[in-house]
């Protein structure tokens, strides 16, 4: 992985100043996963250039991740590709320039210089126009050019990996901060633990841009990995002059979800079929991970059929809501006592999640790209491992029949997919196989000759257990594993 920073400021050579770094060495630094080195390619008192490559070990960056296992834990992108990997080696090696620091020549730090930045390789999720949306609005002159999937197929057609060129006059840490905050962004990933402490980084390397940014919202959504709480506070504190109520954001946003299902009456048509799946599962100890704020907990803890009921979420307001709203409903304390709610991500291993009968998840995996579902699945049917599991997603084909629903259009704006009922099945059949479970796809919702039902779900049960028909019919077209 490639970063390259030149400049033809005069002298050029003072850009060995601004990095901390020599221009007539190689340097080699040491990273958690690997190695990082600079040198330069050029280093003239009219041209120079210094380059980051970052050197990272596949099998390290398994060794500390330690969850994965398969060939894709050990074949992918990660080594090559710009991602927060780069951002936390730009921290490491130019964190003096980072931090705007130059001990033998302070003058320099703010001063703008005429910069040219090239990045070998930028994933970008989503159409490359993003590049320009993120980098433009500073007045970078932005070139990128799409990579093919194969140089030697170009039939296979392009892949989602960018050459990137920026072109500005600014300081170095201006464009480190930049850089340092956008290329995670851009991935939509990171290789570590998000928490309190990224919201801190993305204020201090954002305080000068982030709050007129256009593409405010997005960039702290992905730097900080669609943490909701994290998001709202970032934004909130960058808003101070203008606060908006996050409570009265995230109310919209489930009231959103929520306005083409209503005449339908598609939630307690959802509901009851996940109770009914887990009750003739014989389900007593119930997961509901992405509980929210609470539907189907509180018709759980009012059931007097199961004893203990754990909700899990990754939002704090969330998980507020599902206590305002068990608290409100007044249940009997025998069972109100079996209702416990737990703060966590569902993509990452838990210790606290193993050992359940049952697993129920209403209207989640759509909200999880790619890398996260495959992380969740891991989680799930790896590692905690319940006899039953219950998934609940919308069946895209029928999104059609909502008239105010424009041609296109997701249900809910923070979906990364909506499935079709073929691809729910491949889906269910490549799990199953995986992880060693049955599948079952059952529809939900009034069915359409053509389309199918708004609803689907899929009912995975270990070959141990015996778990009976949840419903007398199943999705048409569905693909069935057993």
């Not at 003072?14 to 690997?34: E, V, Y």
């Not at 300081?171 to 939509?188: A, F």
Request: glycine share 8%; with cysteine.
């Amino acid at each position: 992985m490639l970063l390259t920073i030149t400049t033809t400021h005069a002298p050029a050579t003072d850009l060995g100043f601004l990095l901390h770094k020599h221009p007539d060495r190689f340097q080699t630094f040491p990273l958690a996963s690997g190695k990082a080195h600079v040198f330069y390619p050029e280093a003239s008192s009219d041209r120079c250039s210094a380059t980051l490559l970052l050197d990272l070990d596949p099998v390290a960056l398994v060794r500390r991740q330690g969850a994965q296992t398969g060939i894709d834990a050990y074949v992918n992108d990660r080594p090559y590709v710009a991602s927060s990997f780069l951002s936390a080696a730009i921290a490491q090696v130019y964190g003096s320039a980072l931090n705007g620091q130059s001990r033998e020549r302070p003058e320099l730090v703010a001063m703008p210089i005429p910069l040219r930045v090239e990045i070998a390789s930028v994933p970008c999720r989503g159409s490359g126009d993003l590049i320009d949306r993120l980098f433009a609005p500073f007045g970078y002159e932005v070139t990128i050019r799409r990579h093919p999937l194969d140089e030697r197929f170009p039939e296979w057609g392009e892949g989602r990996y960018y050459h990137v060129e920026l072109a500005t006059t600014r300081t170095v840490q201006q464009l480190l901060r930049h850089l340092y905050v956008l290329i995670p962004v851009l991935d939509d990933d990171k290789h570590y633990w998000v928490s309190q402490d990224e919201v801190e980084k993305l204020l201090r390397h954002g305080e000068e841009w982030l709050g007129t940014h256009p593409e405010r919202d997005l960039i702290a959504d992905r730097y900080l990995r669609h943490q909701r709480r994290l998001t709202r506070d970032a934004l909130a504190r960058l808003l101070e002059e203008n606060p908006t109520d996050p409570d009265e954001q995230e109310e919209s946003e489930l009231l959103e979800e929520e306005a083409g299902e209503v005449r339908l009456g598609l939630n307690e048509q959802r509901l009851g079929a996940v109770l009914a799946a887990l009750r003739g599962a014989g389900a007593r100890r119930v997961l509901d991970l992405g509980c929210g704020e609470g539907k189907l907990l509180r018709q759980l803890a009012a059931d007097p059929f199961f004893e203990e009921v754990v909700g899990v979420d990754v939002s704090v307001r969330r998980l507020e809501l599902a206590r305002d709203r068990l608290n409100g409903d007044r249940l009997p304390a025998r069972l109100a006592d079996r209702v416990k709610l737990l703060h966590g991500s569902l993509i990452y291993r838990d210790r606290r999640l193993a050992g359940y009968d049952a697993a129920a998840v209403v209207e989640v995996i759509e909200h999880l790209d790619p890398p996260r579902l495959a992380a969740f699945e891991q989680v799930l049917f790896g590692a905690a491992r319940p006899a039953t599991v219950v998934v609940t997603t919308p069946n895209v084909e029928y999104n059609v029949r909502f008239p105010d629903l424009a041609a296109g259009r997701f249900r809910h704006r923070d979906h990364r997919f909506e499935w079709t009922r073929a691809e729910l099945g491949t889906w269910a059949s490549s799990v199953g196989g995986r992880y060693g479970y049955r599948a079952r796809l059952v529809a939900i919702g009034p069915e359409d000759a053509e389309v199918g039902s708004p609803t689907q779900m899929a009912v995975f049960s270990r070959p141990e257990t015996n778990e009976p028909d949840v419903r007398g019919s199943e999705a048409p077209n569905a693909a069935r594993n057993s």
